[in-house]
């Protein structure tokens, strides 16, 4: 599971956000039932980026919306991620309605 973490973070980081959604999914399957919502919400994080670059303003808001609810209990930090940040990041690019998201702060 660590290699698919880091494998999948690396690829969000790269903006490779198919294969990081791919990545994550396997670390979340993989995961303890206490930390699959956190895996779970990097993979909305993947999607709702991949669904931004499909023009797809539904689809990424859902996505968005979907991360921020699975990521909070995992506020400040977790597995070298300031969930925070980006929790502010996914809340702020909701807020804005915009396709044009700058990378993921991951």
Do not use: C
């Amino acid at each position: 599971m660590t290699d698919a973490y880091n494998l999948g973070l690396a690829h969000l980081r790269a903006g490779r956000f198919f294969e990081a959604h791919e990545e994550l999914e396997h670390a979340w399957r993989a995961a303890a039932p206490d930390e699959r919502d956190f895996y779970q919400g990097l993979v909305h994080v993947a999607v709702a980026w991949y669904q931004a670059g499909r023009g797809k303003p539904i689809a990424t808001e859902r996505q968005l919306e979907k991360a921020l609810r699975r990521l909070a209990a995992f506020e400040p930090s977790h597995r070298g991620v300031d969930v925070a940040a980006l929790r502010r990041q996914l809340t702020d690019l909701r807020e804005r309605a915009t396709l044009d998201l700058p990378p993921p702060e991951v």
